[in-house]
């Protein structure tokens, strides 16, 4: 349930409602909006005395919270919530931007599917970030369906990741596939992407909500938008509030396409929670000639940016060559979707000169 505090109410008194959810033996969220403080009280239902609540100093109501998702839900967090990416200093020394994604800032991460090796990286970096994108991608750690293909180069692959993103001033955003590997990626990474095959992993949701780095939360592959609600809920509900929802496209019975894009789930996540939301064009089309149409519509719908990848010799990638951008579009891409961006009161940040 959520706990609505007067306009004008005094810390003292949410500090005292905070304490009572507590000893009631839930977990306190403070949402503070521009005029009133709101606390979600968070716990097995059946524990709190709402009576009791509603009774305290400086409460003006207590309502319950209809939606199964109580953190992730509009009821809870009215504003649109903006998460930052990056911010601080790397584990190697470098000062990381902070990249904002939500309310009117629109955020591109691109880069390749896999980090295959150092030199490829940093040429597809350095692209990318000419072209726009203000956060770098790469796989470390790979989700494959034959466990014959390439799995990626691990923490070799994280290192070289930061390197390269402190050295052009992104911060990097890569996959954690498995809760053994969190505290490792945390070390390097700016941003976890839980991949779309582990949108249901709850234990791996729970281990990336311990820490305080975002996570980038794909759509799974036949999830609805409740039950990626749902799964936003596990890292929020440990407090992280930095998740970023990310569709990817679902499995329908089309088989022209890898995925199906689900437009629709932009307005509909949009509406019922305050979390932003990008897309994955290229996962979903599964071929170049269909990414940036994909991009464009995800925007224009509302999207709060784009992940997308991105290689300078897509035939030559050891993952995902054929959906792979060439810099050349992408740049041509980022030019559109920033008009995009102007129509639905958004705006990318611009990536500043290269040194
Ligand atoms: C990826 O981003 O490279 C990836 C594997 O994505 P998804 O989990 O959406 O398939
Ligand atoms: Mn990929």
């Known amino acids: 349930m959520i706990?609505?505090?007067?306009?004008?109410?005094?810390?003292a008194s949410i500090d005292r409602v905070v304490s009572e959810i507590e000893?009631?033996?839930?977990?306190?969220?403070?949402?503070?909006?521009?005029?009133?403080?709101?606390?979600?009280?968070?716990?097995?239902?059946?524990q709190l005395d709402q009576n009791h609540l509603a009774s305290l100093d400086g409460v003006e109501k207590v309502v319950p919270i209809m939606k199964p998702y109580k953190l992730a839900s509009r009821e809870f967090h009215d504003e649109d919530s903006v998460v930052i990416v990056g911010g601080g200093r790397s584990v190697m020394g470098g000062d990381v931007p902070a990249?904002?994604?939500?309310?009117?800032?629109?955020?591109?991460?691109?880069?390749?599917c896999a980090v295959e090796n150092e030199q490829m990286l940093n040429k597809i970096a350095r692209h990318v970030r000419d072209g726009g994108a203000t956060i770098l991608r790469g796989g470390a750690f790979k989700p494959r369906t034959s466990p014959y293909s390439f799995q990626g180069h691990g923490e070799t692959a994280l290192k070289w990741m930061r390197t390269c993103g402190d050295e052009l001033g992104m911060p990097i955003c890569t996959e954690v596939m498995d809760t053994r590997q969190v505290e490792l990626i945390e070390k390097y990474?700016?941003?976890?992407?839980?991949g779309a095959r582990n949108m249901q992993n709850f234990d791996l949701l729970r281990e990336v909500g311990k820490t305080r780095k975002p996570v980038l939360l794909k759509r799974g592959l036949a999830a609805t938008v409740k039950d990626w609600l749902l799964s936003a809920e596990y890292v929020l509900s440990q407090g992280n509030r930095g998740v970023v929802l990310c569709e990817r496209g679902i499995k329908t019975f089309e088989d022209s396409i890898r995925y199906t894009m689900d437009i629709t789930s932009i307005p509909v996540a949009k509406?019922?929670?305050?979390?932003?939301?990008?897309?994955?064009?290229?996962?979903?089309?599964?071929?170049?000639?269909?990414v940036p149409a994909l991009a464009l519509a995800g925007m224009a719908?509302?999207?709060?940016?784009?992940?997308?990848?991105?290689?300078?010799?897509?035939?030559?990638?050891?993952?995902?060559?054929?959906?792979?951008?060439?810099?050349?579009?992408?740049?041509?891409?980022?030019?559109?979707?920033?008009?995009?961006?102007a129509v639905t009161q958004k705006e990318f940040a611009e990536a500043g000169q290269l040194v």
């Open 99 to 112: 990249v904002k994604v939500g309310g009117t800032h629109a955020a591109c991460i691109a880069g390749p």
């Open 3 to 11: 706990v609505v505090m007067n306009p004008n109410a005094a810390q």
């Open 301 to 341: 719908a509302g999207a709060h940016g784009i992940i997308v990848e991105v290689h300078y010799n897509p035939a030559e990638a050891q993952c995902d060559g054929p959906q792979a951008l060439l810099p050349e579009t992408f740049k041509t891409l980022m030019g559109q979707l920033r008009q995009i961006a």
């Open 23 to 46: 000893r009631m033996g839930s977990t306190a969220h403070l949402s503070r909006g521009q005029f009133r403080t709101v606390i979600g009280a968070v716990g097995e239902e059946g």
């Open 271 to 290: 509406q019922w929670s305050h979390l932003p939301i990008i897309v994955d064009p290229s996962h979903a089309a599964g071929k170049r000639d269909w």
């Open 189 to 194: 990474t700016d941003m976890f992407q839980i």
